[in-house]
């Protein structure tokens, strides 16, 4: 076999140990001018009961000692029987210590599913994992705090069969290289998009979330833009839009390397030489 000189390849193929590629990837239809900027999600879109209001801008955090999560979609063929929706999920969420985990949730339609864990600090992602003849979600599924179902933590949209949401935390004994991100805006609105994390200069900034890099766009795509932020573990890593006339859309996505922490100082030498 020939020598592997692509070290992102390598690093895909699982040669390099403690090292993967971590990355997310969101959309969201309306972008408003809240000052305080809106997530790049699609909250506001749930229109179940109780449906979120389209002022729905920022996407909650759950409590670091973790809760337990609620899982319902907006129409009964996403369930775990013959249907044509989606059956089964697989989440992937850190547990109270930041430890990454994942269960499958056999979904039910409209009627409330609630998680085995109860110390789900934060969803990483949510994907259909078995599905029915249509093989995407035939409703809006959300997941909320139990007994709270306004708080709403992640969701698929109807048509998807996985979240579009780019917020991740940095599991626990691992550091985050942030490589490329990129945006795109479809509605000829000027805005501005943000990838932002609760870090600081590789230190943890619990509640603040710091800019790493910003793009205006006007219709138009970014492309991919260069990134070289190391964020901490425990870190939430999101994009948020700022609109500055009425209602914008965009898309986004991010990556970078998931290092484990005993390796950080050979990493800086393999990646930035």
């Not at 890099?213 to 939430?236: C, Q």
């Amino acid at each position: 076999m020939s020598e592997i000189r692509d070290f992102k390849v390598a690093v895909q193929m699982g040669k390099i140990n403690g090292f993967r590629v971590f990355k997310a990837l969101g959309e969201r239809e309306t972008i408003s001018t809240t000052v305080t900027g809106e997530d790049v999600t699609r909250l506001n879109e749930l229109s179940g009961v109780p449906a979120l209001p389209a002022s729905t801008t920022t996407l909650p955090t759950p409590a670091d000692a973790g809760e337990q999560m609620t899982f319902i979609s907006e129409d009964d063929a996403d369930n775990g029987a013959a249907a044509t929706g989606i059956l089964t999920l697989d989440m992937h969420y850190l547990n109270a210590d930041g430890v990454e985990q994942e269960e499958i949730i056999t979904m039910n339609g409209q009627t409330e599913v609630d998680s085995d864990a109860t110390d789900i600090r934060f969803i990483n992602e949510i994907h259909a994992l078995t599905v029915g003849a249509n093989g995407v979600a035939e409703g809006n599924i959300r997941v909320y705090k139990k007994g709270s179902n306004t708080l709403v933590y992640n969701m698929i949209e109807a048509g998807g069969n996985m979240s579009l949401v780019p917020h991740r935390m940095v599991p626990k004994g691992h550091a985050l290289f942030l490589q490329g991100w990129h945006a795109t805006e479809a509605k000829d609105q000027r805005c501005a998009f943000r990838i932002r994390a609760t870090a600081r200069d590789g230190i943890l900034t619990p509640g603040t979330f710091n800019f790493m890099d910003v793009a205006y766009l006007k219709a138009a795509a970014s492309g991919e833009l260069s990134l070289t932020d190391i964020i901490p573990a425990l870190s939430i890593v999101k994009v948020t839009g700022w609109n500055v006339i009425a209602s914008a859309e965009g898309s986004t996505g991010w990556w970078g390397y998931l290092v484990e922490e005993a390796l950080v100082p050979a990493a800086l030498g393999l990646i930035y030489e």
